[in-house]
């Protein structure tokens, strides 16, 4: 079956350092692939994706490439904020419809 | 513009209690769909439903019933509570594009704890 494989957290980091969140994924066919993120007391928001090999997601300074070689879709963000503090999910979607399949989150803090 | 609401916010129930988490959305999204929360396991799909009338299980259907009557309302029901179900819930809704074409918009959340 379908499967996505985070890093686990917490990770800690300061104001303004570099980030990587690893993600690897099992799927059948051609998955496409996202990053949600849940911000304290609130429901998930897509944060990017990316829907075919070496297609990168971007936004808010985030960045994801999806690469087929490796069935991975890093999270990454070259200097981050406090208020980037959050849960991070990778998900993908295999079939038509909108069923997704989720990792197990990566909690980030950062502090000043 | 309200999006995906959930109610209640916190819930506490004994062992064998019935409950209905109630969702709505105002966005005429076809599918909605609900998932469970729990530490270190991400977001699982307990059921989907492609439109009104219309309803599916996920990866962990036991003990949740749903129903969807209406495009808007899309409620979880459990029978008879168990601590196992013990988690947050997530209530979702997207325009049934396809999940690349249309993200899931999720409401915040309803914390249930079953003792």
């Known amino acids: 079956g379908n499967s996505v494989t985070q890093m686990e957290g917490p990770v800690t980091l300061s104001e303004e350092a570099f980030l990587t969140i690893n993600c690897t994924y099992t799927a059948t066919g051609y998955p496409s692939l996202f990053w949600y993120v849940q911000y304290p007391g609130e429901g998930l928001q897509l944060l990017l994706k990316a829907t075919k090999a070496d297609d990168k997601g971007s936004n808010k300074g985030f960045e994801a490439t999806y690469r087929k070689e490796t069935t991975s879709f890093h999270l990454e963000k070259g200097s981050v904020q406090v208020s980037d503090s959050a849960v991070y999910f990778c998900a993908l979607s295999a079939k038509a419809g909108n069923m997704l399949t989720f990792g197990g989150g990566t909690r980030l803090m950062v502090k000043p | 513009n309200a999006g995906v609401t959930q109610t209640p916010k916190f819930q506490v129930l004994k062992t064998g209690q019935s409950m209905t988490l109630q969702c709505a959305q105002d966005?005429?999204?076809?599918?909605m769909s609900w998932y469970r929360q729990d530490p270190g396991m991400g977001l699982r799909l307990i059921h989907y439903?492609?439109?009104?009338?219309?309803?599916d299980q996920g990866e962990v259907p036991n003990g949740y019933n749903v129903s969807r009557s209406t495009t808007e309302d899309f409620p979880l029901r459990l029978l008879s509570a168990a601590p196992s179900q013990t988690s947050v819930y997530f209530c979702?809704?997207?325009?049934?594009?396809?999940?690349?074409?249309?993200?899931?918009?999720f409401g915040n959340g309803t914390r249930l704890t079953v003792t």
């Open positions: 966005m005429n999204h076809e599918y």
């Open positions: 979702a809704s997207s325009s049934g594009q396809g999940a690349y074409n249309s993200p899931l918009h």
């Open positions: 439903s492609v439109g009104a009338g219309i309803t």
